[in-house]
């Protein structure tokens, strides 16, 4: 089994930074990509930033320029730094790994239970 928890979330006032991790825990063989998505009220969860065991990167064209995404293996954890922040940044965010677990390697995707970002004055 592999779980994610996320921490960071909270109440922050527009153009204000927040400093979101992800910790990976449990029989993890290796990690593959790890993201982070959002879902506002209303509207589909969407895909934010994902980073790959390379470390290569994509973001969603809305929050280019804005936020950062990077990981620590050594650690097992996924970080998405965010600057600058809109009201229409309000979500709950959402960690995932793609991960190989346990004696038989099993591919897994793995979602974290979420935190919640409000950007508003």
């Known amino acids: 089994q592999v779980q994610l928890v996320e921490s960071g979330g909270g109440l922050v006032q527009p153009g204000g930074s927040l400093k979101l991790s992800c910790a990976a825990s449990?029989?993890?063989?290796?990690?593959?990509?790890m993201g982070w998505y959002r879902q506002a009220r209303g509207k589909e969860r969407e895909l934010v930033a994902r980073?790959?065991?390379?470390?290569?990167?994509d973001y969603a064209d809305s929050v280019k320029g804005r936020f950062t995404i990077s990981r620590d293996n050594a650690k097992n954890t996924a970080s998405l730094e965010m600057n600058s922040l809109k009201p229409e940044d309000t979500a709950v965010y959402y960690c995932?790994?793609?991960?190989?677990?346990?004696?038989?390697?099993?591919?897994?995707?793995?979602w974290g239970q979420g935190t919640l970002v409000t950007v508003s004055s």
């Open positions: 995932y790994a793609a991960v190989t677990s346990g004696f038989f390697r099993r591919f897994l995707e793995v």
């Open positions: 449990g029989s993890i063989f290796s990690m593959s990509t």
């Open positions: 980073i790959t065991s390379g470390n290569s990167t």
